[in-house]
């Protein structure tokens, strides 16, 4: 569950990277909580491979925010603001 928190977040900063059938593929599976076998009937292609796109996705995202570091950034940011918010509330 984590892991797929963390994966969605990944998803929302690097999607426009990815290509048109593994953001498809993620959207359904995530957005529209589609099943492998769903997924694959839909685009005419077997469960496996579906599995290997959103695999393949995972890494190119890990990749992606291990060279940008994005979502790091943001999770530094609201951490700062966070204790900001602290201080003035107190």
Known sequence: MKDDLHFLQLLDL????LT???REISD???NY???LGEIAEQKG???QSVSDCLQKCRKQLEKYEEKL???????EMQAQIDALQKGVNV
């Open 14 to 17: 690097y999607s426009p990277l």
């Open 20 to 22: 048109a059938t593994q």
């Open 28 to 30: 359904l599976y995530f």
């Open 33 to 35: 909580d589609l099943s």
């Open 45 to 47: 292609v077997s469960r």
């Open 69 to 75: 570091g994005f979502a790091r950034t943001v999770e």
